[in-house]
T-cell receptor, first 116, second 109 residues
């Protein structure tokens, strides 16, 4: 399968715990995006990378959230001290090329986080 | 900041009827993309529009980008049950990555 993969698919954690999600983009896609989606809402932009550089981070993202893409391939999204409001589907997408203007995004299946 | 609103939020149609969703922006958009998300699935790319007034067709789907590049529409002719899902518009550019609020389409057989 050459699509975008995410791991784990589901995560249940207790409030206050740290969680880390992984995203493997389509090979040779140099742009990688993280989104958060809650029920009935559109994907909410969190951050994106051009290769290993984090180019933008949404101001909606608190200091508890951090993302990395150390070698310009896979990426991780960590949430520290989780809160119940963090419960959502976390989507990763990748796209080829340098300009988001001309490139479609390919989405992974998402990681569903439930914070108890 | 850039906001992209979609109307309607929900639409129920009888199978065979037409459906249209509209995407409106408060600022000029550099491009517009449309995605479809089936229930329980992830967004899947449908089309991209770049030019002012551009119209593109995919079988029963017609996509339009406004002359002022502030709005866009997706029209489905003769809906089928396979069209069920939520349709999102998306606009991307440097420091302006935004999904619309989405239109959820239900098709009644």
């Amino acid at each position: 399968d050459t699509g975008v993969s995410q791991d784990p698919r589901h995560k249940i954690t207790k409030r206050g715990q740290n969680v880390t999600f992984r995203c493997d983009p389509i090979s040779e896609h140099n742009r990688l995006y993280w989104y958060r989606q809650t029920l009935g809402q559109g994907p909410e932009f969190l951050t994106y990378f051009q290769n290993e550089a984090q180019l933008e981070k949404s101001r909606l993202l608190s200091d508890r959230f951090s993302a990395e893409r150390p070698k310009g391939s896979f990426s991780t999204l960590e949430i520290q001290r989780t809160e119940q409001g963090d419960s959502a589907m976390y989507l990763c997408a990748s796209s080829p090329g340098r300009e988001v203007l001309y490139n479609e995004q390919f989405f992974g299946p998402g990681t569903r986080l439930t914070v108890l | 900041g850039q906001q992209v609103m979609q109307i309607p939020q929900y639409q129920h149609v009888q199978e065979g009827e037409d459906f249209t969703t509209y995407c409106n922006s408060s600022t000029t958009l550099s491009n517009i993309q449309w995605y479809k998300q089936r229930p329980g699935g992830h967004p899947v790319f449908l089309i991209q529009l770049v030019k002012s007034g551009e119209v593109k067709k995919q079988k029963r789907l017609t996509f339009q980008f406004g002359e002022a590049k502030k709005n866009s529409s997706l029209h489905i002719t003769a809906t089928q049950t396979t069209d069920v899902g939520t349709y999102f518009c998306f606009s991307g550019g440097y420091q302006k990555v935004t999904f619309g609020t989405g239109t959820k389409l239900q098709v009644i057989p």
